[in-house]
């Protein structure tokens, strides 16, 4: 049982991808909870993973293809082929560990926001524990190029800072 709270009202923007922030004096204290966001012309209910932090929490990021996968490529293999992506030998373990150490788990990858789904799938379905995941916003950034990639990432990596999140590691 729980009390659901009206946290933010907001529009979607022409892909459908909506963002809003929570007042801080509504956000519970530090974990994970469940949120649902609710389309008012039909109801659709889209569900999601609210990760509220004290500042300073130790975390731990890992990027996915070709870190936690065998390769860059098998993203698109799986894409155009329907092949599931091969994971590295115990990288599911490693990232256990950190989730049962106390870190919080972030998955930053190059992946295009379109892969959101595929890509929590996928790390569900491996066994990773559940962590926060940040793809591009735009196919330009999942562009592997310094311009687009890489500075997608390091743009990532400043904003969970801000967002409270201390990656020491």
Do not use: H
């Not at 599911?92 to 959101?116: C, D, N, S």
Request: hydrophobic share 40%; charged share 25%; proline share 5%.
């Amino acid at each position: 049982s729980c009390n659901w709270l009206r946290a933010a009202k907001t529009t979607t923007d022409d892909d459908g991808v909506a963002s809003f922030r929570v007042e801080a004096d509504k956000l519970p204290e530090a974990g994970v909870y469940g949120f649902e966001m609710v389309v008012e012309g039909d109801g659709s209910r889209a569900p999601g993973s609210l990760f509220v932090v004290q500042p300073g929490a130790k975390a731990v990021v890992f990027d996915i293809d070709a870190t936690l996968t065998t390769s860059d490529d098998e993203i698109i293999d799986e894409v155009l082929n329907g092949k599931v992506p091969s994971m590295r030998p115990e990288a599911a373990t490693v990232a256990k560990a950190y989730g049962e150490a106390g870190f919080v788990i972030a998955y930053v990858t190059g992946r295009p926001y379109l892969l959101t789904e595929t890509s929590r799938r996928w790390l569900d379905e491996n066994g990773f524990p559940l962590g926060l995941v940040r793809t591009t916003d735009s196919m330009r950034e999942a562009a592997p190029t310094e311009e687009g990639v890489g500075r997608f990432k390091q743009r990532a990596l400043t904003e969970l800072k801000a967002g409270g999140l201390d990656f020491k590691i």
